[in-house]
């Protein structure tokens, strides 16, 4: 039976939190800017600018970030960019032109870079890793749940400043978690140099491609898919259904991330990424059939764990930790901005299937790949009771 000492969860726990505060301004700009480009003074063609930009921003930055951590320690940059992002919703507020609204998006991924990769960090240095991780993940999606869930009310009683105010009000206990960090540095550096354009690891590749399908694609096209093939719904309902099942995937990775962890720690985190990333593919054949709600269920349900073990995945494989995670993060970002410009042109495409299919078929071969080289993890599910 696993036994964890609350005491060595605190530090992940608290980093986690605060990413979590910190992200509801955020969170709240998703559902909100679209549909309220003229409140706020944003030309509409610039909403997808701003919306992505700070993946893109965190495809250059995660690398800056391992330096960073390793110089000043985890505890000073994480209080930095926790500030950061907690002042960027108070920008919100104010931004009256399509320069400021992008200044303060480029600080929002600057920031967010350095407490993803610090939470991380403070997570991978735990004796229970894959628990530690799991909760990580689940924790800090409770922010953009709350901010979901707050802002609906919000909106009714007060305009869009005050609503921004209010969020940057609410950010604040972020400040409290992040202080309250211990000061940690990871375990291995100075970091080694790296490359960003070489070949990645096959966990990389898989992260790669499987962002592109799931947190870029799947996320995009969903309700396409739902008036794709359930000819009788109108499009409110299927923006719905994308909705409902979009939100699932958030509950899983707050309930099932934790279990993940939890089990990878008792068969090993390289077995639970195998066996997720099995299930995955599958999810996404069943999508491609037309079975939409149980392939998303599927899909959902296995991705939300293997996010949360990756990073202790990587770690096992690389002689610093966080450069490890710094650069799996940078994939996941660049597969999801890909992803999603990708998705946005093939919503009227008729290829939409074949496209799936073939991205799919790349995610086989590379699980297939990184089996081939992982014989313990192979034998493990050859004898799995």
């Known amino acids: 039976m696993l036994r964890i000492n609350l005491n060595t969860i605190k530090a992940p726990a608290f980093a986690s939190l605060a ?40 495809i250059i930055s995660n690398g800056w970030m391992v330096h960073l951590f390793a110089r000043f320690g985890l505890r000073m940059i994480m209080i930095l960019a926790v500030t950061i992002a907690i002042m960027s919703t108070a920008g919100y507020a104010f931004a009256n032109s399509i320069f400021i609204w992008l ?171 195998s066996v997720t990333i099995t299930f995955v593919i599958l999810g996404l054949l069943i999508l491609v059939g037309g079975w939409i709600e149980l392939g998303s269920i599927v899909v959902f349900t296995f991705y939300s764990v293997n996010t949360a073990v990756t990073p202790g995945a990587v770690t096992k494989a690389d002689l610093h930790s966080l450069s490890a995670v710094a650069e799996n993060a940078t994939w996941r970002d660049l597969g999801a901005a890909v992803g999603t410009l990708l998705g946005g042109f093939l919503i009227a495409s008729r290829y939409l299937d074949t496209t799936l299919l073939i991205a799919t078929f790349i995610l086989v071969v590379l699980l297939l790949t990184h089996l081939s080289k992982k014989q313990k993890v192979l034998k493990t599910l050859m004898v799995w009771k």
């Open 103 to 273: 200044f303060l998006r480029i600080c929002w991924g600057l920031a967010f870079s350095a407490m993803r990769v610090g939470t991380i960090g403070y997570a991978i240095q735990q004796k229970h890793q894959g628990f530690s991780l799991g909760l990580s993940k689940s924790l800090q999606e409770g922010g953009p749940v709350i901010a979901l869930f707050i802002t609906p009310f919000l909106l009714n009683s007060f305009n869009t400043s005050i609503v921004f105010l209010a969020l940057f009000a609410l950010s604040l206990p972020a400040l409290v978690f992040a202080w309250n960090l211990p000061i940690a540095k990871d375990k291995t550096q100075p970091p080694v140099k790296r490359t960003f354009f070489k070949i990645p690891s096959t966990y990389n590749s898989i992260t790669l491609i499987s962002a592109v399908l799931i947190d870029g694609i799947m996320v995009v096209i969903l309700g396409v898919l739902f008036l794709r093939y359930r000819i009788d719904i109108t499009p409110v309902t299927a923006t719905t259904l994308a909705a409902f099942y979009l939100g699932y995937r958030r509950i899983c990775l707050m309930i099932l991330a934790p279990l993940g962890g939890v089990i990878a720690d008792r068969v090993g985190i390289d077995v639970v990424f």
């Open 19 to 58: 990413l979590a505060f910190a992200s509801f301004g955020d969170a709240f700009l998703y559902p909100f800017l679209p549909v309220n480009t003229s409140v706020v003074g944003v030309p509409f063609l610039w909403v997808g600018v701003l919306l992505s930009i700070n993946r893109f921003v965190r």
